[in-house]
């Protein structure tokens, strides 16, 4: 089915389908709505199109990564990535900011890490605890049932954490982790005897079955490099669950090819549809539906309405807070080499694609207490597996030696990779630039971004930490300690947690959104991504960003049925 082929409006349209937009769909439609899903990229289906089992070395360049595949050729990412062809956005004088687009149905679920912890007390009200940024209108209590309920949803296997603003699911919701590999055993004994937590990941990748009628999911294998995709639906993206469920109700109109350039509004200032461009032949339509739900992704659904409304204010904005308190997740990566687990004996320790462990923040109370130069925490997440050695630990030597040397190095290099939390700050947002526009016409955010001391000072306590766990293994650091840590930083946006930019609040004067994402300003325009929040955490978004799209969701749909759209 077309929308040229409906008989009448949609009741919703949804804009995107990410993980918001997958779980609007899902929830909307099962509540009996008609929806009109419009995303920009082009169909996809990963049963069709991957190939998981191939080796990497059968990839162009080995797999090495471009400007257009940034993580390889056999990576899912489909015209997407930091660079999109004739999409570009800039940046303001003395900012380096890089915007992930993904441009393919399903967006960046097809390819993303998977790792899904819960936000906890202190991530929602962050200003109660260190009067820094602001709090949100919403509480955990508020998202904990919401969590419980995705988790048994997209599937997601780990354990007990037991630590401080780290909240545990109730157990129906999690399915067994896998064993921790060997060199994550060893990190883990080495952190814990230095005091260190170290707990089993949770990670949307099934490790039992999931039936479904029209969707069935397959537990993981073990053998493939998730980020290609996953024919079997072991690990959770919306083109192998949301987006065929919410299809088989015959509710859902997929479009895609259509890039979507503003919400169109009448007179009383509601919304009536959107207007997109055919991605294909250029050509320009509108569409009309009783309410908008727009889920293109942090910045490309505050373009939206930047570019919508009154020319220069945008849609939604009375606040003026459109565009502001954006971040994402500081970042930066350790490694080592450890002599103790050269040369041990084979076996499969792929397991489930990603870190089977991690280490959550624990330094909470010391936090508290004023012992540490930073406000807000982070994390490691580790890595460590056979795999062919980099040349760095490798000797000087040619022929069967280099053979040798290679099996003896492999699996003896391990990481760490740091993920914490950035504070908002008022030089960093997005706005218009009103010089340059893309190759539809649509003009383009400019992007102004700054890290403050508080994340400088906790990469450095960061790499102090790792660095002190590299030792006591015996390691060899292979990361250079002498460089300042704004130069081991990852640039903002190369963490691809970019969230803000539309923040929800308790007060219509200083916020774009209210608790349920639906627009102060626009009562049937509703906000399902990560533009709705009000502030970060270390914890990755996406768990986050799917409990707030589904209980967003299932409010429209009391809305709808309550008459409000009648
Ligand atoms: C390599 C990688 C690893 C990641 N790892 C993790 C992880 O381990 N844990 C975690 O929590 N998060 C991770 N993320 C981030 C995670 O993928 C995102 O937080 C999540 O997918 C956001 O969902 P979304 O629905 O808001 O946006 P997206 O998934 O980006 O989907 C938005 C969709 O909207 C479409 N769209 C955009 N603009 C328009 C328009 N104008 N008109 C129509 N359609 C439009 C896009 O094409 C896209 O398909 C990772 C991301 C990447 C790329
Ligand atoms: S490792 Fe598991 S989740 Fe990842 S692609 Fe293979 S089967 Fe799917």
Same mark, same amino acid.
């Given at each position: ?76 990412? +489909? ?9 570009? *956005? ?56 919401? *969590? ?125 549809? +959107?207007?997109? +461009? ?124 280099? !053979? ?32 340059? !526009? ?69 007060? !219509? ?58």
């Amino acid at each position: 089915m077309t929308p040229g082929q409906e008989t009448a409006p949609a009741d919703v349209i949804i804009v995107g389908s990410g993980a918001a937009g997958g779980m609007a769909a899902y929830t909307l439609t099962k509540a009996g709505l008609r929806c009109l899903m419009l995303e920009a990229g082009r169909a996809y289906d990963p049963q069709a199109e991957v190939n998981m089992l191939a080796p990497e070395s059968d990839a162009p360049l080995r797999g090495s990564g471009t400007p257009d595949k940034p993580f390889g050729y056999f990576d899912a990412t +489909v015209d997407g990535g930091w660079e999109v062809t004739g999409e570009p *956005y800039t940046s303001a004088p003395g900012s380096d900011f890089k915007w992930w687009r993904p441009r393919m149905l399903g967006g960046r679920t097809n390819h993303w890490g998977r790792h899904v912890p819960r936000w906890g007390a202190y991530d929602f009200k962050p200003f109660s605890r260190d009067g820094l940024g602001v709090d949100w209108p919403i509480s955990y209590d508020d998202v904990a049932p919401f *969590y419980d309920r995705v988790e048994k949803m997209i599937g997601v296997n780990g354990g007990p954490i037991g630590l401080e603003n780290h909240p545990d699911s109730p157990a129906e919701c999690l399915m067994p982790p896998p064993k921790p590999r060997i060199p994550e055993m060893l990190i883990k004994a080495t952190a814990e005897s230095m005091g260190i937590p170290v707990r089993a990941a949770h990670t949307a990748v099934l490790t039992r079955d999931m039936p479904d009628p029209v969707a069935p999911r397959a537990a993981c294998y073990n053998a493939s490099p998730c980020t290609r995709g996953c024919t079997i639906g072991a690990m959770f993206q919306t083109t192998t669950s949301f987006l065929p469920q919410a299809k088989a109700t015959g509710k859902l109109t997929v479009q895609t090819d259509a890039m979507v350039s503003r919400v169109l509004t009448d007179k009383a200032g509601r919304a009536t549809g +959107v207007e997109y +461009v055919d991605r294909k032949t250029g050509m320009r339509h509108e569409v009309k539906a009783k309410a908008v739900v727009l889920a293109a992704g942090t910045g490309e659904t505050t373009r939206l309405l930047l570019n919508s409304g009154t020319p220069g204010r945008g849609l939604a904005n009375s606040s003026g807070e459109l565009g502001r308190n954006l971040t994402d997740s500081t970042g930066a990566s350790f490694t080592a080499y450890i002599p103790g687990l050269a040369g041990r004996p084979r076996y499969n320790e792929d397991g489930i694609g990603g870190q089977h462990i991690y280490i959550p923040f624990w330094l909470y109370e010391q936090q508290k207490r004023g012992e540490l130069d930073f406000a807000r925490g982070y994390h490691f997440e580790v890595w460590g597996r056979f795999g062919v050695p980099s040349s760095n630990v490798l000797p000087r030597v040619w022929g069967a030696d280099l !053979k040798k040397a290679v099996r003896q190095a492999s699996g003896a290099t391990i990481g760490m990779a740091l993920r914490g939390e950035m504070i908002p700050n008022k030089d960093t947002y997005c706005e218009i630039d009103p010089g340059v !526009k893309d190759r539809f016409g649509i003009p383009v955010l400019r992007f102004a971004f700054r890290f403050s001391q508080h994340e400088i000072n906790q990469i450095a306590h960061g790499r102090k930490t790792a660095h002190a766990i590299f030792t006591r293994m015996g390691g060899r650091i292979l990361d250079d300690p002498t460089l300042s840590p704004e130069k081991i930083m990852a640039a903002g946006g190369e963490i691809i947690h970019e969230l803000g930019t539309a923040r929800m609040g308790a007060d !219509k004067r200083s916020s774009v959104v209210d608790g349920y994402g639906q627009a102060w300003d626009v009562d049937n325009l509703v906000l399902m991504d990560g533009a709705i929040f009000a502030s970060g955490a270390h914890k990755n978004p996406t768990l986050t960003i799917l409990a707030l799209a589904l209980r967003s969701s299932e409010r429209l749909a009391a809305r709808f049925k309550s008459g409000a759209f009648a």
